[in-house]
């Protein structure tokens, strides 16, 4: 999911290099998100938006690929089996 997040900013022109990316995942590696989207967005952004000229691209991005996604409950995350966050 989040390499075709990665892919969609490049197709949408906002510049984002591997090495943020990279940066992203440890962020959620670190638990900087908890499961959450909004922390997720805020997360992402600081770590692949360099200039804000690039934030609406990055907000229609990220509604895009990740629409639905805010009503998912803690107990549905919760759920999911562990292979699949592999």
Known sequence: MFINFFLEL???KVPVSLRE???LLDGMDAG??????????YLSRAALVKDEK???KFDQ?????FK???Q????DV??????WLR
């Open 68 to 70: 639905g996604l805010e």
């Open 32 to 41: 900087l998100a908890d499961y959450s989207i909004e922390h997720f967005y």
């Open 61 to 65: 991005v990220f509604g895009h690929v």
């Open 54 to 56: 690039n934030l609406d």
């Open 72 to 75: 998912m409950e803690q107990v």
């Open 10 to 12: 490049r197709s949408a």
């Open 78 to 83: 919760q759920d999911i089996p562990e292979e």
């Open 21 to 23: 990316y990279l940066t």
